[in-house]
């Protein structure tokens, strides 16, 4: 992946080549893996902050300029990969149009990242005006992973860091299975997914939410197979997100203040429906509450 005006993956290997450095030796000295810098290097991740200025130093400590590689550029392009994935996630096709044309203008070169943001973004679009089939899709998921067969190896997802990107690509793949009803590879793809993410959602919301879409559709599965015990407890973890979510305070403090609203403008009908709706919604997670306890004990 390579941004316009800057090429920071080029420039950290042309600077590593100056300074007689094997991709080990600059991974040791920055505190990082040397498959890191391999990855920086061919533009699949950008450095992050921390990483950025250690860079950055060591550079100008060797008398090498680093000024081309702007820190705010990086930040742009990850705000902007973070758009459309979340676009794509939610198959909210106007947007991903207009996200994905803002990607591409900020990218030049043919790697593999680029190809992977485009490739998905393209076959969802595909998907929302009906001109590719779910196995089509499924496909052409495989191909932008590279993967040999439909499959990945269960192994891969749950053992390998794989990136925002790459997890998407295996979330689609499952809602695809879904839609085809063929629930043992969704059930397949989504238990690796979320068992890889499980531990590291407090470090990321974006996989966080990958986390509970995850749950939510396994709690489906479940209970189309009739496995009730397995379906109870995603939708425990699922409820148990939601209900902590910052989107979820808003939401139900947004409805409060309406509620209000509506009485000091007499829309008594408006206002009856939220308080039922927020007293069902208490109801709710107080017999959620209830119930976790009981299992717990």
């Not at 040791?28 to 200025?53: N, Y």
């Not at 997890?167 to 397949?188: Q, S």
Request: glycine content about 6%; hydrophobic content about 40%.
């Amino acid at each position: 992946m390579i941004l316009r005006n800057t090429g920071y993956g080029e420039r950290i290997r042309r600077f590593r080549n100056k300074m007689g450095y094997s991709q080990e030796i600059l991974a040791e000295k920055l505190d990082v893996t040397g498959s890191t810098v391999g990855r920086w290097e061919r533009g699949i991740h950008a450095p992050k902050k921390k990483a950025f200025k250690l860079i950055s130093d060591l550079f100008e400590k060797e008398g090498l300029t680093y000024e081309d590689l702007n820190e705010e550029d990086l930040d742009s392009l990850r705000l902007q990969q973070l758009r459309l994935l979340q676009v794509m996630r939610d198959n909210d096709y106007e947007a991903i149009k207009k996200e994905k044309a803002k990607f591409e203008e900020m990218m030049e070169g043919d790697d593999i990242v680029t190809g992977q943001y485009s490739g998905l973004a393209n076959l969802i679009l595909k998907i929302g005006d009906k001109s590719m089939s779910m196995e089509e899709f499924i496909i052409g998921c495989a191909k932008i992973f590279e993967l040999d067969d439909d499959m990945p190896p269960f192994e891969n997802i749950q053992n390998t860091n794989l990136t925002q990107i790459e997890y998407l690509i295996l979330f689609k793949m499952a809602e695809a299975y879904i839609v085809v009803g063929e629930l043992d590879k969704a059930k397949y793809i989504l238990s690796g997914i979320y068992i890889s993410l499980h531990e590291r959602v407090e470090r990321n919301q974006f996989f966080k939410e990958h986390v509970v879409a995850c749950a939510t559709f396994l709690a489906e599965i479940y209970v189309k197979c009739e496995y009730y015990t397995e379906a109870e407890k995603c939708l425990d973890y699922v409820f148990e997100v939601s209900r902590d979510n910052f989107a979820m305070r808003t939401f139900i403090q947004g409805l409060q203040t309406m509620e209000r609203l509506c009485h000091s403008l007499s829309r008594e009908n408006m206002a009856k429906s939220i308080n039922n709706f927020l007293a069902a919604t208490h109801d709710l997670f107080s017999c959620i509450n209830d119930d976790a306890t009981s299992s717990e004990s």
